[in-house]
């Protein structure tokens, strides 16, 4: 007897929620959720809206192959990083981490923010190239945080269901930058030009590394994945590819073909995120 749609969208939001916040969802939905404290931002803030939107699948994954660009940032990942052994459990540290500080009491928020202080401080050694690095260098910190936030935007204009317009805009910006400050980012933009302007300065440094090839390679052809999540997942990664700035295409070795993004890939990206929002309701 087949499933009917009540059943497999319950099957499914649960599926991704043991997969996104891991088999705990429930209590800590209660411990992010259900409390009076209040937390950082408004309940109609813009940093919620999009942070909320399904669009955000896309946005992280395009935030992984961006940041990879810099040289310093990627030595840290591939040195210390976990990502191929346990890919879930990164993943679910930086959904825990978002919604802490997003949605989460000011108290679960700061706490957030400590335990990632925590662990970048033994994130340290030497890239490839014979420069030392360090996880909780605010320069560093300042190009994870702008790479982030250009990601989150981009997928949100294009697949979010309600996106930011005029003064929203740099309202986004400027309260991710309350998050950005807290942890260790130094000057970071307030607004949606100074977003723009700090993206222009970091370009020098970037550029394609092996580790940043394998590790693009690895997140998009050779997941862990059971056969029944190979296709989204697939879609999730192609809309992500096809936000990718041009530039950033050869240096990683991704895909650029234009035309099939704009009429293939681009709709995919849209059905999959109505089919994540459609498997997790908000209320």
Request: aromatic fraction near 8%; include cysteine; glycine fraction near 6%.
């Amino acid at each position: 007897m087949a499933p009917t749609p009540a059943e497999l969208r319950s099957w499914l939001g649960s599926q991704i929620r043991d997969r996104v916040v891991g088999p705990n969802a429930d209590v800590r939905r209660t411990e992010l959720f259900d409390t009076g404290e209040p937390g950082w931002f408004d309940d109609d803030a813009p940093i919620r809206r999009v942070h909320a939107d399904a669009s955000m699948f896309i946005g992280g994954m395009r935030a992984l192959l961006f940041q990879s660009l810099h040289p310093l940032a990627m030595a840290g990942v591939a040195q210390h990083s976990d990502y191929r052994a346990d890919p879930w459990g990164r993943l679910q540290r930086t959904a825990d981490f978002l919604a802490a500080t997003t949605f989460g009491p000011a108290s679960e928020a700061q706490r957030a923010v400590d335990v990632v202080h925590r662990v970048h401080q033994h994130v340290v050694g030497t890239s490839s190239d014979g420069r030392p690095y360090a996880a909780n260098d605010p320069h560093l910190l300042h190009w994870v945080h702008i790479a982030e936030l250009d990601s989150f935007l981009a997928a949100h204009d294009r697949f979010g269901l309600q996106p930011l317009l005029g003064s929203e805009r740099d309202q986004y910006v400027a309260e991710s930058a309350v998050v950005a400050r807290a942890l260790g980012v130094e000057h970071p933009p307030e607004t949606e030009d100074e977003l723009r302007q700090h993206l222009r300065t970091f370009r020098p440094e970037l550029r394609g590394t092996r580790e940043a090839r394998d590790a693009a390679r690895y997140l998009i052809i050779q997941p862990p994945l059971p056969l029944a999540a190979r296709a989204p997942y697939g879609l999730i990664c192609a809309a992500a590819v096809a936000l990718m700035p041009a530039w950033t295409r050869f240096p990683l070795r991704l895909p650029w073909l234009p035309v099939s993004e704009a009429a293939v890939l681009r709709p995919a990206g849209k059905l999959v995120t109505r089919t994540l929002r459609w498997a997790l309701p908000a209320n």
